[in-house]
Structure formats: C-alpha cells, structure tokens
C-alpha cells in the first residue's frame, strides 16, 4: 500500500535537507572563525608624514619662491580605503617664521586649512610584498570651507615591513595660489607673512609612512 502523504514528506525532507546543511556549514564556519580576512588598520604616523609646499612671490626685482613644511600628518584608511588628513595652521612652520602672535590672533593657530581626502586601494595595499614599490593612481579631493578640487595623485608605495608602508607622490600636487589668496585663512597667513602677490601654481608633496594598527 502507498501513502502520497508519506511519499510527499519524504520528497520535501530531501529538498530541505540542503540548504539546512548548508546553513549548518556556515554557522560551524563562523563559530570557528572562518571568514574573510579583515583589511588592516593602517594609520598614518605623524612623527613620520608630512608634506611641502613651495609659494611663488612676485617682486619688482623678480620672483622668489618660499618654502613651506607641514608636520604631523594624521589619518587612518577606513575599509573603503578613504583616509582623511586634516591640516592645521599649526601643523607649519609658518608661525614659526612670523613670531609671536598678538593676543587677538592667539587662535590663527587652531584654524584648519584644508581637509585632504585619499581614496586608496586596501587590497592593492595588502597585495603588496615587502621590499616592492607599486604606482598608484589616487583619487584625491582637498575641501577648503566650501570649495574642493579633485584630482589624481601618483602615488609611490613601499612596503618596507609586514606592517609599516612608506609612500610619497611622484608628481607634486598643484593648488592654484589665486585661490588660496581668496580663502580667509590663507590670506590671514599671507598677510603675516608679508607676502606680497603669489603666481602660478603651488605644488605640495606628500612624504610618510603608515603602520598597520
């Protein structure tokens, strides 16, 4: 004698047994610890990073170029591979060079110029052997109030341990002096500075290191 009802549960079984067992399978997985390997948590290292800029000043008896230093670069790459570099008028060493300050100016030095935003590759980053150098093309914005630009900087990595990455840029970054003159903080420190009108472009490097975290 058959049952359709018995002949119908043991067909249902069969069809459900493979995906309960694969659930089962990623549930001991995880329970293990298997998983995708996380990306690492590089940071930059500030005693290590920095960055130079060079302003060109025209002067009756010709140009003369100035150069800038910004120290203490800070940052961390996220899992999208953005990191956020915040700079500060207290990062340069353009305060050095204009002396004390006025008790009225006493925050100038607190005032943000920029916020630099790289777009790196994490899996290119960890892809990267020890003692290799890759190019990479990052895509980068730097937001000064409400204005920012974007462009591409090439970018030199180097993988100089497990967990420590060195990089510089292989083409300078250029920022317009025209529009540094119109920001309010760029202006201010022009104006200690006693520079007079700056022309052309300002190209800025970029120069550190990052531990992974």
Do not use: C
Not at 48 to 68: F, P
Not at 123 to 131: H, R
């Amino acid at each position: 004698m058959s049952f359709p009802f018995l002949r119908w549960t043991s067909s249902f079984h069969k069809r459900l047994r493979a995906p309960i067992k694969a659930l089962a399978l990623a549930v001991a997985m995880s329970g293990i610890g298997i998983s995708v390997p996380s990306q690492a948590a590089w940071q930059l290292i500030p005693d290590a990073s920095g960055a130079t800029a060079t302003l060109t000043e025209q002067k009756a008896q010709g140009n003369v170029e100035h150069v800038h230093h910004l120290r203490g670069l800070s940052g961390t790459v996220g899992d999208d591979g953005k990191m956020s570099i915040p700079l500060s008028v207290g990062q340069t060493d353009l305060l050095d060079k204009v002396g004390e300050l006025p008790p009225w100016l006493s925050g100038v030095s607190q005032m943000r110029l920029a916020t630099l935003t790289l777009n790196l590759d994490p899996v290119a980053l960890a892809a990267l052997e020890t003692g290799r150098t890759t190019r990479m093309q990052v895509p980068f914005t730097a937001t000064d109030g409400n204005r920012t630009h974007r462009d591409t900087l090439p970018l030199n990595v180097t993988r100089e341990s497990a967990d420590r990455l060195s990089f510089a840029n292989a083409e300078p970054m250029a920022l317009d002096s025209a529009e540094v003159a119109k920001n309010q903080v760029g202006s201010t420190l022009l104006g200690l500075l006693g520079y007079g009108n700056l022309v052309g472009d300002i190209p800025i490097t970029l120069q550190g290191e990052m531990q992974d975290r």
